[in-house]
Nanobody, 115 residues
Framework: QVQLVESGGGLVQPGGSLRLSCAAS???????MGWYRQAPGKQRDLVASITSGSSTNYADSVTGRFTISRDNAKNTVYLQMNSLKPEDTAVYYC??????????WGQGTQVTVSS
């Protein structure tokens, strides 16, 4: 099972951009990778996912603003976040999943959108 480490979070003004990275300890080529977020007092929700074949899926709230991508050679998944809104504020988590094996989660990175 891979171990995941997120980075790239921080404080950004509304309308700004951030790029999150999720670095894995091993090959991610056969995993579906996902970004999730959890705001205080709320459940953890899917933001975007990308399959091993690079098919992508996005939450309605981020479609057109966020882009998920993967670089299997670097064992890294990215989340490019543009036109950020205060409601995007949350802890963002990376997840690696594959059939019949436990999921792997990162420790999370805080994203705060505020003026």
């Amino acid at each position: 099972q891979v171990q995941l480490v997120e980075s790239g979070g921080g404080l950004v003004q509304p309308g700004g951009s951030l790029r999150l990275s999720c670095a894995a300890s091993g090959s991610i080529s056969i995993y579906t990778m996902g970004w999730y977020r959890q705001a205080p007092g709320k459940q953890r929700d899917l933001v975007a996912s990308i399959t091993s074949g690079s098919s992508t899926n996005y939450a309605d709230s981020v479609t057109g603003r966020f882009t998920i991508s993967r670089d299997n050679a670097k064992n890294t998944v990215y989340l490019q976040m543009n036109s950020l809104k205060p409601e995007d504020t949350a802890v963002y988590y990376c997840r690696a999943s594959r059939p019949w094996l436990p999921d792997a989660w990162g420790q999370g990175t805080q994203v705060t959108v505020s003026s």
